[in-house]
């Protein structure tokens, strides 16, 4: 059993500068930094994070096979203020929250067979993951008051089966197959709030929602030529996959294709 714990309070990932002086803020008059490492923010830009996470390993002897699980229980939590004009005016500032809670549950059985020349593993996977960014506001014009525009959330589910098998012919020559099939679902939402969300993002006022499932089965095979102990030349062919996601936070139904590898 393991615990641990990050706290981050730091202005240094979300202070900014204008590429070439290139900002809004010149226009006005404010003072806009473009030279590395120095900036020219106002607001008092900032990022703070809370993360905590626990998690469990344990295994069992059943027989000849082992059983082992491996729990994960995450939480994190960060605010983040941005100051998007890098000057030294209040033109265009961000503020948004990050609340994020996943849990991940692996189970697999592992042995060997067929006078220990088989060695193998079979397990079963669950991942979910739950994301809401809370009211993001915005600062606009100079004047210092946090208008709300829009929150977003999503949910992702994953669940797959595994096994991995490894032959040794001999004490050179070794076969190992493999195979995975797993699957994904993803839900989203995003919410735009009256009356300052769609004159900022130009979408109506309103909830909409978005979900996708993907699924894909992932072989794999090795042959292997062990010449020395400190010596492995091999030859490996296998597929794999990437799901597609789905992006709420995009304000519309915008989705990324999944890929096959």
């Known amino acids: 059993l393991a615990y641990d714990h990050h706290d981050w309070d730091d202005n240094t990932p979300v202070a900014t500068s204008a590429l070439d002086g290139q900002s809004t803020g010149a226009l006005t008059g404010a003072v ?9 923010n106002n607001g008092n830009p900032n990022f703070s994070a809370q993360i905590d996470g626990l998690y469990l390993t344990s295994r069992f002897n059943i027989g000849e096979m ?4 491996y729990t994960m ?3 994190e939590t960060s605010k983040s203020v941005l100051d998007l004009d890098s000057s030294s005016q209040t033109l265009f ?7 994020n809670e996943s849990f991940s549950q692996e189970f697999n059985v592992s042995g060997a067979a067929l006078d220990d020349k088989l060695d193998w593993i079979a397990g079963l996977y669950y991942l979910n993951v739950n994301e809401d960014y809370t009211d993001l506001e915005v600062q606009a014009g100079g004047v210092p008051v946090w208008l709300p525009l829009y ?6 589910q994953t669940t797959a089966i595994f096994t991995d098998m490894t032959y040794s012919f001999s004490d050179e020559w070794m076969l190992t197959v493999g195979m995975r099939y797993s699957t994904e679902e993803a839900e989203g939402m995003f919410n735009i709030k009256s009356p300052y969300g769609p004159a900022f993002t130009g979408v109506p006022a309103g909830k909409g929602y ?3 499932d993907w699924s894909s089965f992932t072989p794999r095979g090795v042959l292997a030529y062990k010449p020395s102990t400190e010596e492995k030349i091999y030859l490996s062919v296998s597929k794999g996959f990437k799901a597609g996601q789905i992006s709420p936070s995009s304000l519309g139904d915008v989705a990324v294709d999944p890929e096959n590898i």
């Not at 929150?151 to 992702?156: D, E």
């Open 210 to 212: 978005l979900d996708d």
């Open 32 to 40: 806009v930094s473009s030279k590395p490492k120095r900036v020219s």
């Open 66 to 69: 082992e059983l082992a699980s």
């Open 73 to 75: 229980g995450r939480q």
């Open 93 to 99: 500032h961000n503020f948004f929250n990050i609340e």
């Open 151 to 156: 929150n977003v959330a999503s949910t992702i």
